[in-house]
């Protein structure tokens, strides 16, 4: 069951009496809060029989008590319990879920955890509800799910724009629909995002970003990397070294990839490795440059800096100098 398959439902009036929404991804679950909070009731009905709870301030019992309740003046009455994570012995409410109210849709957002499936209190959920589990996209996941994103406010982007955004984020989708809407709101009646509206609009730079270093050790290019690390020494919020080390390793790890694909055939090596097509010649060409003896070296030096970016094995190194130590050695491997 996905997202837009539950609204869906809900909008055909189909509601089941409990939805349970866990997980690791923060954005969906608030996806379903939020919808049944301002849109399953009217605003009339919502002044009677919307209920909503905060986990670490509910009591079991007042739950219940308000999911037993009938509706005044409507079909259904809505009861939200969000945060639930946070809630004390949340399990007593199973008493509720193994007999539910037909007419109360209720709804909990359990963020960050899942409910153990071997117990009676899971079994209990799926076999008289909705268990909606969610994970975080791979990394690979989010150029395509920004770009529906784009598509979906009537947008489109360049390919570089897209990673650029991205590549900064990270693995946030609140952010990038948040950055999303900023840039449809400034484009005016222009309908394609590029790279100065990136720059323009959400603040990173075209030029000195992680993206850029990933381009510029990828071609072994020494001066431009170092131009890169000086302006992130100077702009520290710009790319810290917590998000550029991990950018680069998946880049190296993509590369390593290559050298296993049994191909030649670049389309081929791109769909095995999960590589957007339009950067392939950049992976090619860091996988000549480097050779595989490099990639696999440059991936342990990768792991080591990060270790020390932490402090393991390292008295304090300012983050620019353990990027310049780290960008000359990959240049010599």
């Known amino acids: 069951m996905s997202v837009e398959k539950i609204i869906a439902d809900w909008k055909k009036g189909n509601f089941k009496p409990i939805y349970w929404l866990e997980g690791d991804e923060p954005y969906l679950i608030d996806q379903l809060v939020d919808y049944a909070e301002h849109k399953i009731l009217s605003e009339a009905e919502a002044g009677f029989n919307l209920t909503i709870f905060y986990g670490r301030d509910a009591n079991w019992p007042d739950v219940i008590n308000a999911c037993r309740r009938y509706p005044m003046f409507a079909e259904r009455q809505v009861v939200l319990l969000k945060e639930a994570q946070q809630m004390k012995d949340i399990e007593k409410l199973e008493g509720y879920v193994d007999n539910p109210l037909p007419s109360t849709v209720f709804v909990v957002s359990y963020k960050d955890k899942k409910v153990d499936a071997r117990t009676k209190f899971a079994k209990?959920?799926?076999?008289?509800?909705?268990?909606?589990?969610?994970k975080k996209l791979y990394d690979n996941q989010l150029p395509d799910w920004a770009n529906n994103m784009v598509q979906h406010h009537?947008?489109?982007?360049s390919t570089k724009a897209l990673h650029l955004l991205v590549d900064h984020i990270g693995n946030d989708l609140s952010r990038i629909q948040n950055e999303i809407e900023k840039l449809a709101v400034n484009l005016g009646a222009?309908?394609?995002?590029?790279?100065?509206?990136?720059?323009?609009y959400i603040g990173?730079?075209?030029?000195?970003?992680?993206?850029?270093l990933q381009d510029a050790l990828g071609k072994k290019d020494l001066s431009k990397a170092i131009r890169i690390i000086q302006y992130f020494d100077k702009n520290p919020k710009a790319a810290p070294?917590?998000?550029?080390?991990?950018s680069l390793y998946g880049f190296f790890s993509k590369v390593y990839m290559?050298?296993?694909a049994g191909t030649t055939d670049e389309k081929a090596i791109a769909a095995a490795v999960g590589i957007n097509p339009y950067f392939m010649k950049d992976y090619m060409l860091a996988a000549k440059n480097y050779g595989h003896a490099g990639v696999e070296r440059t991936l342990l030096l990768l792991h080591h800096y990060n270790l020390r970016s932490i402090g393991v094995h390292d008295a304090g190194?300012?983050?620019?100098?353990?990027?310049?130590e780290l960008v000359m050695k990959m240049m010599a491997a």
Request: a negative charge; aromatic letters at 8%.
């Open 124 to 134: 209990t959920l799926k076999s008289k509800g909705e268990v909606f589990s969610t």
């Open 154 to 157: 009537g947008l489109t982007i």
């Open 190 to 200: 222009r309908k394609n995002i590029t790279e100065d509206d990136i720059e323009n």
């Open 204 to 212: 990173i730079s075209k030029e000195f970003n992680v993206f850029e």
């Open 241 to 246: 070294i917590q998000l550029i080390l991990p």
């Open 258 to 260: 290559i050298f296993g």
């Open 317 to 324: 190194t300012s983050d620019a100098g353990l990027m310049k």
